[in-house]
């Protein structure tokens, strides 16, 4: 079966940058969409950026011009470099995949925190 393994959570400073990556652990035959969310304890997930099988692109506006998401599919992994952090995107990553508009697979989940 289907996993998405995350990795490149940790410890950044405000103002610097970290890159995340979600690998897409075994084969799917048609992927609609890879997203990520994310989380702060006590608050609902929110969507940060989500990419399309066209290739097309969408992020919330806190991140707009920060984030950016990106998906190498010869690996079958997609990306989401995060700049300019602010102490307000400290939350819990999560990578999502969408395939064939019924299955749908989380990631475990990666803790970002930025420090002021």
């Known amino acids: 079966q289907v996993q998405l393994v995350e990795s490149g959570g940790g410890l950044v400073q405000a103002g610097g940058s970290l890159g995340l990556s979600c690998l897409v652990s075994?084969?799917?035959?048609?992927?609609?969409?890879m997203a990520w969310y994310r989380q702060v304890a006590g608050k609902q997930r929110e969507l940060v950026a989500v990419?399309?099988?066209?290739?097309?692109?969408n992020y919330a506006d806190s991140v707009k011009g920060r984030f950016t998401i990106s998906a190498d599919n010869t690996k079958n992994t997609v990306y989401l470099q995060m700049n300019s952090l602010k102490a307000e995107d400290t939350a819990v990553y999560y990578c999502?995949?969408?395939?064939?508009?019924?299955?749908?697979?989380w990631g475990q989940g990666t803790l970002v925190t930025v420090s002021s």
């Open positions: 075994g084969s799917v035959r048609s992927i609609d969409r």
């Open positions: 990419i399309k099988s066209g290739g097309s692109t």
């Open positions: 999502y995949m969408l395939a064939g508009r019924y299955l749908e697979v």
